[in-house]
Structure formats: structure tokens, C-alpha cells
T-cell receptor, first 106, second 117 residues
Framework: SQQGEEDPQALSIQEGENATMNCSYK?????LQWYRQNSGRGLVHLIL?????REKHSGRLRVTLDTSKKSSSLLITASRAADTASYFC??????FGAGTTVTVRA | GAVVSQHPSWVICKSGTSVKIECRSL??????MFWYRQFPKQSLMLMAT?????????EQGVEKDKFLINHASLTLSTLTVTSAHPEDSSFYIC?????????????FGDGTRLSIL
């Protein structure tokens, strides 16, 4: 069964804008991971955030985790056309949500 | 960074053919590898967990006799789709987790697009 559920399903933004997507999950976790998938390709690991962490940064990416609400968010700042992809969250149970498809318009 | 190689990238074959997909971890050892299936515009669905030296663990609803998994070494797992039919057409993705300890992220192959005619 799916553990992570992303929201929104799709997002279209202008280059330079920020993109925010959310992930909700159902049970307790040890960690939560965000991945990116370009069309027709495998997934690329972006960030892993542990259950005792609240926020984590990696370059233009910022991930938050709220274990009380069982939710996480991924923020991409100053988006680029190359950020166009689908983004998935996954809990340590290896269950992926349906993903958020992000389109960055030049 | 960690690299997982998946081969072939795409396969087109006739109904009834068996197809083998390889997943290799190139620069790390993986006692555990995972096989996923993804339909267009949908999420990854875990099919099975491949354990080196032992039988794979299949998710509910996945036929183990249909999808044969072999994990003979710490760097190679194979998925064989036996007697494939058009409904088996899909995008299959493998991943591997470094054996180095808990909390390690998965590293994914680039996927295999399987089309059964």
C-alpha cells in the first residue's frame, strides 16, 4: 500500500520561481526521502531526512519534516527548466506516492 | 556517487518470450535490491525485495513464478519475466541499497521499458 502521498499532483511555474510540494504519510517512520524522476528514467535521490530532523538543505532544495502531522515538504528555490521532472517522496518502507509533476517554463 | 546499472534499457519482444533484466551495483555492495514496476504517469509499485543468497520477498499480488528473481552476488540481481504477455508491458526499475548501514538511500537504475507485442 502507498505510504507517501504527494500534493499537488502537478505544478507549473515560471523559471526563477519557487516550487513547493507536500508529502503526507500514514505510519511512524525512521526517515523520509525525496527523489526526482526525469521522464522515462530512473529515480535520483535528492535528500534523506531522519525522523529527528525538522529541516534539511541541499543546494536549492529545502526539505521539512513534521512528524506530528506526518507530513514533509520539498521546496525548490529559483527553479530552472532543468528542474522539470516528477518528484516523489518515500518512507523507509519503500512506499512511493504518485508524485508531483513539476513543469518549469522558460 | 553510487551507481546502479540496469540492462537492457528497452526490450520489444513477442508474446510468450521470457525476458531477463539485470541490475548491477557498480561501486558498492548491495545485500538487498528492489524491483519496481511503473505504469505511465503513476507511482512506482514495489514488486519484490531481492536478498543476496536467499529467496526474494514478493509483495502481495505479485506472482513469484511469473517474475523470477535471482540475487546470486552482492552486486547483481536479475528479474526474469517468464512467458511475457502484453499486460506485462511496463517500465521496470531496480534499486540497490548500500550494505554499509541503516538509513542509506536507494540508488536506482535507469529502468527497462518492456513492450510485449
Amino acid at each position: 500500500s502507498q505510504q507517501g502521498e504527494e500534493d499537488p499532483q502537478a505544478l507549473s511555474i515560471q523559471e526563477g520561481e519557487n516550487a513547493t510540494m507536500n508529502c503526507s504519510y500514514k505510519t511512524s517512520i525512521n526517515n523520509l526521502q525525496w527523489y526526482r524522476q526525469n521522464s522515462g528514467r530512473g529515480l535520483v535521490h535528492l535528500i534523506l531526512i531522519r525522523s529527528n530532523e525538522r529541516e534539511k538543505h541541499s543546494g536549492r532544495l529545502r526539505v521539512t519534516l513534521d512528524t506530528s502531522k506526518k507530513s514533509s515538504s520539498l521546496l525548490i528555490t529559483a527553479s530552472r527548466a532543468a528542474d522539470t521532472a516528477s518528484y516523489f517522496c518515500a518512507t523507509d518502507e519503500l512506499s512511493f506516492g504518485a508524485g508531483t509533476t513539476v513543469t518549469v517554463r522558460a | 556517487g553510487a551507481v546502479v546499472s540496469q540492462h537492457p534499457s528497452w526490450v520489444i519482444c513477442k508474446s510468450g518470450t521470457s525476458v531477463k533484466i539485470e541490475c548491477r551495483s557498480l561501486d558498492f555492495q548491495a545485500t538487498t535490491m528492489f524491483w519496481y514496476r511503473q505504469f505511465p504517469k503513476q507511482s512506482l509499485m514495489l514488486m519484490a525485495t531481492s536478498n543476496e543468497g536467499s529467496k526474494a520477498t514478493y509483495e502481495q499480488g505479485v506472482e513469484k513464478d511469473k517474475f523470477l528473481i535471482n540475487h546470486a552476488s552482492l552486486t547483481l540481481s536479475t528479474l526474469t519475466v517468464t512467458s511475457a504477455h502484453p499486460e506485462d508491458s511496463s517500465f521496470y526499475i531496480c534499486s540497490a541499497r548500500d550494505s554499509g548501514g541503516g538509513g542509506q538511500p536507494q540508488h536506482f537504475g535507469d529502468g527497462t521499458r518492456l513492450s510485449i507485442l
